[in-house]
């Protein structure tokens, strides 16, 4: 299975157009974290597409509401990025802020047999996004 996505932001590489991710590892990143970022509706074509992780920033973080994280994040996954294996999915509320969750995923991405994991922080108002490839980080 081909997998592409263009290196963000665009930038245009005369000898093959847009410049694309060059690594499966890389796109996979690439592809969760434009998941958890978009909300649903937002896709043009498909509104069921994305998470949409931001709007429960605006809901008390219970246990309750960091389930519903979970399932959406594990559901969402495995419907749009079925060549990834989840191993664990975890959100954890920050104890010093209402409106901060950190959210952790690992996978293995079974063609290349790969694991790593993503990690990312929410804030009502940024995203901070961090993986064990320092060169993928990126804040936005």
Not at 10 to 34: A, C, P, Q, R, W
Not at 36 to 59: A, Q
Not at 75 to 82: A, E, S
């Amino acid at each position: 299975m081909a997998i592409y996505a263009p290196v963000v932001p665009l930038s245009f590489d005369k000898n093959t157009g847009y410049e694309m991710y060059d690594n499966l590892k890389s796109v996979v990143i690439f592809h969760m974290k434009n998941l958890l970022l978009t909300s649903p509706g937002e896709r043009i074509h498909d509104p069921n597409y994305g998470v949409g992780i931001k709007r429960f920033l605006f809901e008390q973080l219970h246990s309750g509401t960091i389930s519903r994280i979970e399932s959406a994040i594990v559901n969402k996954i495995n419907k749009y990025l079925p060549y990834v294996n989840l191993e664990s999915v975890s959100v954890v509320p920050d104890t010093q802020s209402d409106h901060k969750i950190t959210v952790q995923i690992k996978f293995e991405i079974p063609a290349t047999q790969q694991r790593d994991e993503l990690t990312m922080d929410f804030v009502m108002n940024s995203v901070s996004i961090e993986t064990t490839d320092s060169w993928l980080t990126k804040i936005f």
